[in-house]
C-alpha cells in the first residue's frame, strides 16, 4: 500500500475512531499483514496535517506533501535500517555514510543511535506546526537498550509530542513500553472487502491475472492477512501452484517453491504442518483446502515437526548454506508427510 493511495475501506474505520480518541501514545498491535505501518503513517500524517477533518489529513497541504516527499521535520520515523531504506525514509547522514562506506551492513533492527536521536528530535524546538510525532514501526525490532531510551520520553514528552508504535510482536516488547501506550488492536477486514481490495491492488501493481479466484487463494495462503496475501500475488502465485503444492511436497517434488527465498518456504511448510495438526485433531485447515492435502500423519510426528521448524524460522535471517538446508528441509518434509497413522 502507498500512502498517497486511498487507505484500504477497514483500515479508513479504524483509523476515524482512533483519530477521536485523545492520549499521546497509540500502540497500533495485531499480527503481521493487517495493514499496522499504513495505518500509523495515516495517523501520523492527520495529527500533522494543516486542515484535518475527522476523515484523516487533507492530503493536499504542505505538511501532507512535506510527508510524502519524506521531508518533514516534525515527523521522526523510527526504524530498522533495512526497512528505511525499503520505505524511501532518509537516513541519519552518518549512519547512511557508514553504510555507504561499507563500514557496516544496515541494520535489522532498531539501533539505539536512532532511538537517541528520536529522544533529541523531541526536544527541538517545533518547526512547523503544534505537533511533533514519533512512529516506531515494527516496535519490537527495538532491543532493550532502544526501548529503554525511548521509554522516559514515551513517559513524559516534552510539549507537544505524540507518539504511534506498530507492532506486529506485541508480546515481544517491554511490558513497561506496552503499558505507557494504549493498545489498538487491529481489526480484520471483512472477506468480501480484502477480496475487492486484493483484486484492485493487484492489477495496479501489473499482476496479470486477478480473477475472484486468484483472489480467494492468496487470502486462504496468507491465512486472511491482506498485505501478506498481497506479497503472494506479487511474487506469482497462483491457484493451480497452491492447490499442487501439498501433494507435490508429500512426493519430495521442492519445485513449486525452488523460486522463493527461505524465509517464504518455511513459511509454507510451517502453513502445511498448521494445516495437518488441524486435520489429525479434527479441525478444519485454515491455509489450505482439506481435499488437497495429504493424509495427516500422527500428531506426535507433526509435533515435532513443528518445533524444528519453529526453530528454523527463528535463525532463517542468519548466513547458512541455503541449497544444502533446503535439501534437508524438502526430505524432511517428505519423510514426516511419509508416515502415515496406522488404519483404525
Ligand atoms: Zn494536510
Known amino acids: 500500500m502507498s500512502e498517497t493511495a486511498p487507505l484500504a475501506p477497514w483500515l479508513q474505520g479504524q483509523l476515524v475512531s482512533l483519530l477521536a480518541q485523545r492520549g499521546h501514545a497509540l500502540l497500533l498491535a495485531g499480527p503481521s499483514g493487517l495493514g499496522q505501518y499504513e495505518l500509523a503513517l495515516a495517523l501520523a500524517r492527520a495529527w500533522l496535517c494543516e486542515q484535518p477533518t475527522a476523515q484523516g489529513a487533507c492530503g493536499v497541504c504542505g505538511s501532507c506533501h512535506a510527508i510524502d516527499v519524506r521531508t518533514h521535520a ?30 557496516r551492513k544496515a541494520s535489522k533492527f532498531i539501533r ?4 537517541r536521536e528520536a529522544v533529541a ?7 512547523r506546526g503544534d505537533t511533533k510525532v514519533v512512529l516506531v514501526y515494527p516496535a519490537e525490532r527495538m532491543n532493550t537498550e532502544s526501548a529503554n531510551t525511548l521509554l522516559k520520553t514515551l513517559e513524559e514528552p516534552t510539549g507537544a509530542v505524540r507518539f504511534v508504535l506498530a507492532t506486529e510482536a506485541a508480546h515481544q516488547l517491554l511490558p513497561t513500553i506496552r503499558s505507557r501506550c ?19 491492488q493487484a492489477s495496479a501493481a501489473g499482476v496479470k491475472s486477478a480473477s475472484p479466484d486468484d483472489a480467494r487463494t492468496w487470502l486462504q495462503a496468507a491465512g486472511g492477512r491482506p498485505d501478506d496475501a498481497l506479497r ?6 497462483t491457484p493451480a501452484t497452491w492447490q499442487r503444492l501439498p501433494q507435490a511436497l508429500a512426493q519430495g517434488d521442492w519445485t513449486p517453491l525452488a523460486d522463493w527465498g527461505p524465509a517464504q518456504q518455511l513459511d509454507v511448510l510451517q502453513k502445511l504442518c498448521h494445516d495437518l ?15 488437497q492435502l495429504p493424509p495427516a500423519p500422527r500428531l506426535t510426528a507433526l ?20 541449497p544444502l538446508m533446503q535439501e534437508a528441509w524438502a526430505a524432511r518434509t517428505r519423510q514426516v508427510l511419509a508416515a502415515r497413522p496406522p488404519r483404525a
Open 182 to 200: 494504549q493498545t489498538h488492536a487491529m481489526g480484520w477486514p471483512p472477506e468480501d472487502q480484502a477480496l475487492d481490495w486484493l483484486r484492485q
Open 74 to 103: 516534525d515527523l521522526c520515523v523510527l526504524m530498522p535500517e533495512t526497512l528505511s531504506m525499503e520505505l524511501g525514509w532518509p537516513l541519519d547522514e552518518g549512519a547512511q555514510k557508514e553504510i555507504d562506506d561499507k563500514k
Open 121 to 127: 528530535f523531541t526536544q527541538f524546538t517545533r518547526s
Open 277 to 291: 495438526m488441524a486435520c489429525a485433531s479434527g479441525g478444519r485447515p485454515r491455509f489450505f483446502a482439506a481435499g
Open 112 to 115: 539505539v543511535e536512532a532511538a
Open 303 to 322: 509435533s515435532t515437526w513443528a518445533r524444528e521448524l519453529a526453530q528454523a524460522a527463528r535463525s532463517v535471517e542468519h548466513p547458512y548454506n541455503g
Open 232 to 237: 503472494l500475488a506479487r511474487a506469482g502465485l
